[in-house]
């Protein structure tokens, strides 16, 4: 156990559970998993102060969190941020093809532009979270935006004619097709439970949120798809390739906010 104020990052090595008695998150603070941990991690802070401005990024490349804070101090303009913040890979252009057909044929095809890259998609993450102060915090589980697909390449060129009486010059050929754009990111799954930690006082009904807290939670945007590659020269300009699609928007996200109610001694919740 161990107190930290971090201006940085804190860096966890395949470790599924970890606990802090104190963090102190200043400016951006990141909490970066180093290996993939398939079956989740455990996160534990006894006391999370978040600064004015301050944001603590958790993330890659696990897939599952469950957080419990036992006392979170936020002031205003601050975030847990639980998104996925890489793109996709922009797709690669398709190649021009410089080659000439033997006589009389159309030129051959230019290469396709390859496909877009899958955005990353946002942490699942269950949180407990016991709410000393909050006075202007969003908790963002956003996917990444897909890549864009890359354009197709020139077609090749027609061939030339043998003679007149044979054939005539080729037409050149088609350019290649644009590729598709990737697929955005999944927006994450919260679990989002709650209490105030000053058991004397009751907010609102069971599914009410902390006041001053925002949760912000999309589907990453498709990547744009490649245009066509032009045609390649001849007899006739061969023709322009198809454009690629656009990339699909990745799944929305799945939310449930719980109160925990907070009773005093006589088990009685006050309002």
């Given at each position: ?71 979170l101090d936020a002031a205003a303009n601050t975030e847990i941020n639980l998104s996925g913040r890489v793109p996709g890979n922009d ?149 322009t390739g198809p454009g690629g699609g656009n990339g699909s928007f990745g799944s929305p996200g799945y939310l449930k906010v719980e ?13």
């Open positions: 156990m161990k107190n930290y104020i971090a201006t940085c990052c804190l860096a966890l090595y395949a470790v599924p559970t970890f606990a802090v008695d104190l963090l102190i998150a200043k400016d951006e603070t990141k909490i970066i998993y180093k290996k993939d941990l398939e079956g989740g991690v455990f996160l534990r802070i006894d006391s999370l102060v978040i600064e004015q401005g301050g944001k603590l990024i958790i993330g890659e490349p696990i897939d599952n969190i469950n957080v419990h804070i036992k006392s797709g690669a252009i398709g190649s021009d093809n410089n080659q000439q057909a033997s006589y009389c044929h159309a030129g051959p095809s230019g290469g396709n532009g390859g496909n877009g890259g899958r955005g990353q998609s946002a942490v699942n993450a269950a949180m407990l979270i016991d709410v000393k102060r909050i006075d202007g915090l969003t908790i963002s589980l956003n996917g990444a935006a897909g890549g864009k697909a890359g354009a197709g390449g020139r077609g090749g060129i027609g061939g030339g004619a043998k003679n007149s009486k044979l054939c005539g010059e080729g037409d050149g050929g088609w350019g290649g097709a644009g590729g598709t754009g990737g697929q955005g990111g999944n927006a994450g799954e919260l679990h989002f439970r709650w209490r105030n930690s000053d058991p004397t006082v009751c907010w609102g009904s069971a599914n009410d949120r902390p006041p001053k807290l925002k949760i912000l939670q999309n589907a990453g945007g498709g990547g744009a798809g490649g245009a066509g590659g032009a045609g390649g020269p001849g007899k006739h300009q061969g023709s109160r925990i109610p907070s009773v005093d001694d006589a088990g009685i919740c006050k309002v």
